[in-house]
């Protein structure tokens, strides 16, 4: 399956953006998806996603309340819906799919074996 991340931008704290992810060459739906994020010189970190099948999101402790996760398996893309915005939260985000990563290994981005291009998220303060 590929990936195609989009969305990233610039926005003042407090601002919002959306993150899209569209997946060619596989049913969506069929796979485990996270969005990744990864800031210079840090390790990259777990956002928020689904496990394979399912409707349940997970989420970061540090984006609770503020990001929403969502997928649409008609048009196999998921989405990232991110508001109130910190400068914090600036990195290159990265969506990351597997088909056959279990359920305690979601949070771990060496157990993915998709991934998108990554997309510029800036938050200045």
């Known amino acids: 399956v590929q990936l195609q991340a989009s969305g990233g931008g610039l926005v003042q704290a407090g601002g919002s953006l959306r993150l899209s992810c569209a997946a060619s060459g596989g049913a969506f739906s069929r796979y485990a998806v996270g969005w990744f994020r990864q800031a210079p010189g840090k390790e990259r970190e777990y956002v928020a996603g689904?496990?394979?099948?399912?409707?349940?999101?997970y989420y970061v402790d540090s984006v609770k309340g503020r990001f929403t996760i969502s997928r649409d398996n008609a048009k196999n893309t998921v989405y990232l819906q991110m508001n109130s915005l910190k400068p914090e939260d600036t990195g290159v985000y990265y969506c990351?799919?597997?088909?056959?990563?279990?359920?305690?290994?979601?949070?771990?981005?060496?157990?993915?074996?998709?991934w998108g291009q990554g997309t510029q998220v800036t938050v200045s303060s």
């Open positions: 990351a799919a597997d088909a056959s990563i279990i359920q305690s290994s979601l949070t771990y981005w060496v157990h993915y074996d998709y």
């Open positions: 689904f496990s394979r099948g399912g409707t349940r999101p």
